[in-house]
C-alpha cells in the first residue's frame, strides 16, 4: 500500500470516528442496555408479581380474557401474555380507542395481573427499559427524525471509521495479540485495538444493520421516486414490504365453536413443545375477528412464530407465516434479528451485552487518544480549550454511566403518584449527566477521572441498597422467593460499582506515581 | 487570492468533506433508484434492496473522496456517476423527471 494512501485513511479514521465520539459512546451504552430491556422492566415496576408455580394455559387465558372484558370491553385489540423466563408474569395490553367523551386518546396500555386473585396491580408509572433503549436512536428532547437522522449520521461514521480503522492496520492480526502496558499513548492504541479487532465483526454487523432500520427516515427519496411523497404514500410500500408468505389451510373446527381457548388449544396441539408467549384476539366483535397465537421460537434468530384463526365461509381458516416474501425483505429480517438480539438466550445476551460495551470502550479509547495526543503536542502550553474539552470527555464517557445510575435511582425516590413521573425518570437522567459534566469541568485535571470513577461507584452501588429500603425487594428476599431478575439485576449493579471502585483505585495510584516524578502516564 | 492561498489546506480539506457527505448521499440515492428500476420484476423489494446497498455506496464513496491525490479527481469520481446514473435513469429508465 502507499504510504500516502494510508496517511490520508489515518486522517479518516481519526476525524470521523472523533466527530460524533460522543453521540455513539451514548448510542452504544444505551444501546447496550436494551438487551436487558426486559430486566431492567422487572427492577422498575417491582410491584410486578411473579408466577412462581407453573400455571395452566387456558386458566392464563381465562383470567386474562376475564380481567380484559372488564376493563377494555370497547377495545378493538387484545393481548394476553404468558408469562416465560424473561418475563414471568401475566399480562395484557389493549388498543385503547380515542374517546371525546372519556378525553381518552388511541393508544396501546399495558397492565400486569396478580397470578392469585386475576387483579390488575396497581405499579409506578415508569419509562422502563423500553425507553432506555429508544433513547439509543430517538436521542429524547428533539423531534423523532432529527433523532433518527443524527443516529443515523454518526452509525455512518461509525462505518467508516471502522473500514479505514481496518485499512490503516499493517498486521491485524499480529497488533491484537500486542498489548504493552505503561506505555502512555502506545497502551492506549493496543486497549483500542482489542476493543476494536475482538468484536469486529460485531461492530460492523450492528453498525451497518443500524443504518439500514432508519433506512425508510434516511433514504426516503427511494420511496418518493415509486410511491410519491408524503407519509399516506409511503405508507404503501411499508404494507407492501411486511408482506408474508402464509399458508392457509381449513381446520376441523366449526366456525361456532372457534373462541380463544379453543383456538389456543389447538395451537398447543400443533406445537407441543414450545411455549405460548402471547394470545391475541383483533378487529374483536367484528365479522373479520381473529385470533392469534404466539409461540416463543428458540429455533433460529427468528424471535417468535405465529398462528391466526379466523372464521370464512362457516369454516374455520387457520394461517401459518412461513417469512417475508421478497428475498430482500428476507435479507433485511435478517440483520434486524441480529441486530436486535431478541432470539439470544441467556448466555448469548451476555455476549452482545460485552460487545456492545466493547463497542463503547473503542469510542472511549479512540477520543481520549485524540485529546492525549494533542494535549502531549502543546505539552503544558496547551490551550484552555482543549483541557476543557478533556474535561468535559472525561465527564461524557464516565458520566453516561452515572446518569443511567441516577435514572435507576430516580425510579425509587420520585414520588409513587407523581404526574409525568415516567418523563420524569428521564429528566433525572440528562440532569445526571450534566452535574457529572460539571463535576468534571470542576475537578483538578489529574484527579476528574478518579472523581468521576468514585461517583459512578457510588451511584451504582447504593442502587441495591435504595432497592431494600423503598421496596420489599432486597437481596436475601430476592434469593428466597427465587426472583432471579430481581437479584441478577441488584448483583449487576453492585459488579459495576466494584469495577468502578477497581478503576478508581487505580487510578489514584497512576496519578500517585505521576506526581512523585515517575512521568510515564501523564493524565488528562 | 490572498484568502485562498492561505487557507488552501482547509479549503481543500472543507471540500473533500462537502464531496463526501453531500456527494455521496446523491451518489448512494441515485444508486439505490437505479437498483429498484433494475429489479422491476418486484418493485418492493428493489425498493428494499436499493436501500440497504445504498450504504455500501456511501461508504465506499467517501473512502474514495479521501482517498485519490487530487480534489479534481475527487470530485470527477463522485461527479461523473452521478450525473451518468442520473441521465440514465432521466432518459432510458424514465423513473425521473426534471
Known sequence: MKPRFRQSMNWLHTWSGFIFAWLLYFIFITGSAG?????????????????????????ILAMGTRQLSQSADDASQWYISFPSSRDPYIGISWLQPADASKGTVRQWLDRHLHPDSGDIISARQTSGGETLYRLHYTLYYMPLQLGYILTSAAAML??????????????????????????????????????????????????????????TVTMATVIDVTYGEGEQKHRQFYTAAQAEITTEQVISMSAAQLSPEAALTDAKARYASQPVSYVGILARGTENQQIEVWFASQRSIEFASMLSYREQDGQVVMSLSEGKAG??????????????????????????????????GMIATGAIMWLKKRLAKGQHSASCALRRLASINAGMILGIPVAIACYFASNRLLPFDMAFRAEWELHCLFIGLLLSIGL??????????????????????????????????????????????MLGFDLCMLVFSAAFVLLAIRLSKTTAATLSGDNVTRPL | MMFFNKYAGEIAISLRVLLASVGGFVLANLSAIAIASVMKADKVDGITAGMMLSFIVYAIAILLVFSVKSIRRAALSILLPCVLLFVWLLAVEGVLSL
Open chain 1, 35 to 59: 438487551y436487558f430491556e426486559n430486566e431492567i422492566d422487572r427492577w422498575m415496576q417491582p410491584e410486578r408479581v411473579v408466577v412462581q408455580k407453573p400455571m395452566d394455559d387456558a386458566d
Open chain 1, 327 to 360: 428475498a430482500a425483505a428476507r435479507v433485511y429480517d435478517v440483520l434486524e434479528h441480529l441486530h436486535e438480539g431478541l432470539f439470544a438466550d441467556i448466555y448469548l445476551r451476555w455476549l452482545y451485552f460485552i460487545c456492545g460495551l466493547l463497542g463503547a
Open chain 1, 158 to 215: 461509525m462505518l467508516i471509521a471502522l473500514i479505514s480503522g481496518v485499512i490503516i492496520h499493517k498486521k491485524i492480526f499480529l497488533e491484537f495479540f500486542t498489548f504493552r502496558t505503561g506505555k502512555g499513548l502506545r497502551s492506549w492504541l493496543d486497549i483500542h485495538n482489542i476493543f476494536s479487532v475482538l468484536p469486529l465483526p460485531f461492530h460492523l454487523m450492528i453498525t451497518y444493520s443500524g443504518l439500514m432500520l432508519l433506512m
Open chain 1, 440 to 485: 468534571a469541568v470542576c475537578s483538578a485535571a489529574q484527579s476528574v477521572w478518579r472523581n468521576l470513577c468514585w461517583l459512578a461507584a457510588v451511584m451504582f452501588g447504593w442502587l441495591p441498597l435504595l432497592n431494600a429500603l423503598t421496596t420489599e425487594h432486597n437481596l436475601l428476599v430476592s434469593l428466597i422467593q427465587a426472583d432471579w431478575l
